[in-house]
């Protein structure tokens, strides 16, 4: 089984930056994909960027140019950089680790706060 611990979300003004970081608890050169998705109050949880463990990136329309997903294989840690953030950002992000074919593991969450 997989564990994830997320780090390093907070309260940022509009047009500033983050950083999140997700620390696997497994080899993460042997986990298929990375993700971070982010639910927004009253709204779905949505992909906002992955990455394959053959380092194919994705990334949600609205976010293109602004997050960039990255992995670490020597640290075992996926980080999504978060820039130029504006208010609608604002939602708990979740980073998702899918180890197997059907087998999935969330992290916990992370607040981000953008405010105007």
């Known amino acids: 089984q997989v564990q994830l611990v997320e780090s390093g979300g907070g309260l940022v003004q509009a047009g500033g930056s983050l950083r999140l970081s997700c620390a696997t608890s497994?080899?993460?050169?042997?986990?298929?994909?990375m993700g971070w998705y982010r639910q927004a109050p009253g709204k779905q949880r949505v992909l906002v960027a992955s990455?394959?463990?053959?380092?194919?990136?994705y990334y949600e329309d609205s976010v293109k140019g602004r997050f960039t997903i990255s992995r670490d294989n020597t640290k075992n840690t996926v980080s999504l950089q978060m820039s130029s953030l504006k208010p609608e950002d604002t939602a708990v992000y979740y980073c998702?680790?899918?180890?197997?074919?059907?087998?999935?593991?969330w992290g916990q969450g992370t607040q981000v706060t953008v405010s105007s």
């Open positions: 990455i394959t463990r053959g380092g194919v990136t």
């Open positions: 497994i080899n993460i050169g042997s986990i298929i994909a």
């Open positions: 998702n680790a899918r180890w197997a074919t059907t087998r999935d593991t």
